[in-house]
């Protein structure tokens, strides 16, 4: 079956008409929906949980801007003779 064939099987479809008042049934449905709120406990639980995970990477952030350089890496670099600078020209 050609691509222009499946195109003309498409332009065959119909336009399907709704039921009367479907949307006034849908909206009545909606509205009469209990929304029930989250129990006390989950949010206090939500909120602890998200203090905790605040505080850690707070934690892990200054934990590691304060630490300074491996001197590991330091080795590997003068061993391997890399730059240590981001100049790309020497004047």
Partial sequence: ???DEKLDLLRKIDRV???PFMLTRIM???KSSNVTPAPSTWRVA???IAIVILSLN???FFK???TETNDGIGEVV?????????E???D
């Fill in 1 to 3: 079956m050609n691509i």
């Fill in 17 to 19: 008409e709704a039921p």
């Fill in 28 to 30: 009545q449905q909606v």
């Fill in 46 to 48: 939500f909120v602890a």
């Fill in 58 to 60: 707070v934690s892990i």
């Fill in 64 to 66: 590691a801007s304060s």
């Fill in 78 to 86: 003068s061993s391997m003779e890399l730059l240590t600078t981001n």
């Fill in 88 to 90: 790309l020209y020497y």
